[in-house]
């Protein structure tokens, strides 16, 4: 086996130009995939016997919470990886995940006390996944801060890199004590091993949603990486190539 | 471990000749807990409730404080650069720093929480149920906030940053920590919060000191 489409990874113009080439397919794909997701949860699947029509909201909160843990986990390895290997581009796709991160943590939130106001009577409890959340939040807040609080890039990278590990090891130690702080939220309808606690009709629009909310993650996330990739390039001239 | 005692009888010297960075965030604390009382009410058995989330909250808002002084007058002299160009692993050097930083702030902040916990009625028989579990809970206060204060060198006004880096990271010792309190308040066995809250510094001891190592050289770069 041959490495050489992995080290052509760590070249910002193959990486500008192989995101501009990726990026209308998810764009495109996330568009049909969450449409469908969306109308079949929406319109399709039926009411719960118990939440009514509130329920549909998770066919939205479910893939902004997922997205907000997966993001942070892809951002501390493309950290680990641009600090380890000192590769700029991996620094690069950090960069590009944590707004995206922090944008889908806060819609988790949002849709969350949206359906803890019918549901629960009040729109903000401190249960143990809410407050993770919210401190989720702030962990991305902090690393966004770190990394705008240099002038120098390369110390911005390297800095907020460490932050990003270091974070990845906390996240499971902070969800573990916010859980064992306090246990209102609903259990997980999800589960890898044993049965899904939630109807086919209500569980098949979810998957459908969470994967069109994925595609749309890498599709953002590829605009925002052809955008660092200039700004850390401005100078080279295959930029002004690539440009012109 | 020659190196390691040099360093930490170093630090403690000079915080016997300048005695202020360690005075400074002891009177915050005293001084906030105060402020309870204050503005919620003098009745004891109110403030006895709420006593355990006001000493935690106050220790971690002055260790905060303190943390900002742990690297800083080293890396503004160079000392951290010679540190790091001495040979000696940085990982150890910055170990016996934190060390000593908790010696000189963690360690007397647990000492004198009795007194601010008499304040807000907490009764005689928990007093070393808190100062233990605060003795504990700023150690890893102390090694985690290392990171941040190493991550914030060079920021200028790096105090605010430096409260949202480590304020989320401390969120499992401020639970562990306020749990175990309230326990011994209550003459409860604190076995288990303490344990967790141990677990806590031990992975603490052994990580931490790496990525602040790791954020000084980002820094000396």
Redesign the interface.
């Known amino acids: 086996m041959t490495w050489t489409w992995f080290h052509r990874l760590g070249s910002p113009p193959y990486v500008y130009r192989l995101a501009g080439r990726l990026m209308p397919w998810f764009a495109w794909s996330a568009a049909l995939v969450i449409l469908l997701g969306l109308f079949d949860g929406l319109v399709i699947a039926p009411a719960d016997y118990q939440q009514g029509d509130g329920f549909r909201i998770i066919y939205v909160h479910v893939p902004a919470a997922w997205l907000s843990l997966m993001i942070y986990t892809w951002m501390g390895v493309a950290a680990g990886v641009g600090l380890i290997w000192r590769i700029k581009v991996a620094h690069a796709v950090a960069a590009a995940c944590a707004p995206v991160g922090a944008s889908f943590t806060a819609v988790a939130l949002a849709t969350g006390s949206l359906f803890g106001k019918p549901m629960w009577g009040t729109y903000w409890v401190w249960d143990p996944r809410l407050t993770s959340e919210l401190l989720l939040l702030f962990l991305y807040l902090g690393y966004m801060g770190l990394r705008s609080s240099f002038d120098d890039l390369q110390r911005a990278d390297r800095a907020s890199a460490v932050l990003a590990v270091v974070g990845i090891v906390n996240v499971p130690i902070v969800k573990y004590s916010v859980v064992w702080w306090n246990s209102l939220h609903q259990g997980s309808s999800l589960s890898l091993a044993g049965k899904d606690t939630i109807a086919t009709p209500m569980l098949i629009p979810l998957l459908v949603s969470m994967l069109g909310f994925t595609l749309f993650f890498a599709a953002v996330v590829l605009v925002r990486l052809q955008g660092e990739v200039l700004r850390r390039e401005r100078s080279a001239t295959w930029v002004r190539e690539a440009l012109a | 471990m020659n190196a390691l005692r040099l360093v930490l009888m170093r630090d403690l010297m000079l915080a016997v000749r300048r005695p202020e960075h360690c005075v400074h965030p002891l009177a915050f604390f005293l001084l906030v807990t105060t402020l309870f009382p204050l503005a919620i009410s003098p009745q004891l058995s109110q403030l006895r409730l709420i006593a355990p989330g006001v000493l935690w909250v106050a220790a971690l808002l002055s260790a905060l404080l303190a943390l900002e002084f742990l690297f800083r007058d080293d890396a503004a002299d160079g000392t951290l650069e010679q540190y790091a160009l001495s040979g000696q692993s940085l990982t150890w050097l910055l170990l016996a720093k934190t060390a000593a930083h908790w010696l000189l702030t963690g360690l007397p902040l647990a000492l004198v929480a009795p007194l601010a916990g008499a304040a807000l009625g907490v009764p005689v028989s928990a007093f070393p149920g808190i100062t233990a579990t605060l003795g504990l809970g700023s150690l890893a206060l102390s090694l985690i906030g290392s990171?941040g204060a190493a991550?914030?060198l060079?920021?200028?006004r790096?105090g605010v940053?430096l409260s949202?880096?480590v304020?989320?990271?401390v969120?499992?010792v401020l639970?562990?920590g306020s749990?175990a309190t309230t326990l011994a308040i209550r003459g409860e066995a604190v076995a288990a919060p303490m344990e967790?809250l141990g677990a806590?510094v031990v992975?603490a001891v052994t990580?931490a000191p790496l990525?602040a190592a790791?954020?000084v050289r980002?820094?000396l770069?």
Do not use: Y
């Open positions: 990171i991550l914030t060079g920021v200028r790096g940053l949202i880096l304020l989320p990271l969120v499992p639970i562990f749990q967790l806590i992975l990580l990525a790791a954020a980002i820094s770069e």
